[in-house]
């Protein structure tokens, strides 16, 4: 009886300390369940704040700015001369000079982004395209003062031999460089589009006797067309925001024009032109600084929203 009851006493214990570290690793569960979704909460909002932060600060010193310079001599200003003795403060110079270089680089990124997705998407084969996609890929890892400079001394002379009268910092250059650096995104988020169109699909139109080049014409974008739309707005965007390569190659010239073999400055070589240390902090070409990169923060922001509409507009579910 005796060592039945010591065994029956030391089970019991056993069992207790097992409750005890149940309970234990239960608390312990509940803490964890407790705190997670709140830590997992403030990581998620670190964007969110972080675009309120910069939104924030771009506003309150854009008020600054125009509380000195009226808004509409900003944006309907054709004469940007922020060191004069009389500083003139209009921004259609650097808009113009944005877009235009904007629109050169997609009518060298759509075309031929587009024609290697299509490739890649329809007539590669599977050996073909897990070789040629990685390669496509490295251009986006170039960084972007690597284009630049290869912009101003290689595309440039050669296009100041086939074009008399292109300067020496023009906006034709850095709009070809950036749409060859703009390629793998179209390409890419265009092949995307068009592989998630289902396979019998195409298999239906080649029953049909359609050939390959219609099933890809009348079937394959059609059917894609928004995420292909998307990658084109998106694109557009990425050439709005690009820095270093229109620093370096378009030169620092303010001039309103639509020639493109002139020297011009967009808005984000505006933007690093007043960060160099020529803007004394509270001037007003020091606000100047924040009026323009909210504009630029619209132009991007809208957009976003236009690629985010277009594929939701467009998209088709199978």
Known sequence: MDVNSEMNKGNAVNVRKMIEQKK???????LIEKVMPKLLFVIASISILTTVGILY???????EFFQRVPIVDFFTGTVLRPL???PQFGVLPLLTGTIISSVI???VAIPIGLMTAIFLSEYASDKVRRTLKPMLEILA?????VYGFFAFTFVTPILRDIIPGLQATNILSPGIVMGIMIIPMVASLS??????????MREGALALGATRLEVTGKVVIPAAISGIIASFVLGIS???GETMIVTIASG????FTFDITQSMQTMTAYIVEVTGGDAPAGSTIYYSLYAVAMTLFVFTFLMNLLARYISRRFREEY
């Open 252 to 255: 620092s010239t303010k001039n």
């Open 238 to 240: 990425r050439a709005i």
């Open 105 to 107: 680089a997609m009518f």
């Open 57 to 63: 600060t771009l506003l309150s010193e854009t008020f």
């Open 84 to 86: 004069s003795q009389d």
């Open 141 to 145: 890892g170039i960084p972007t003062i």
């Open 191 to 200: 092949e995307d589009a068009m592989s998630s169109v289902p396979r019998a």
């Open 24 to 30: 234990s690793s239960r608390n312990l569960n509940n």
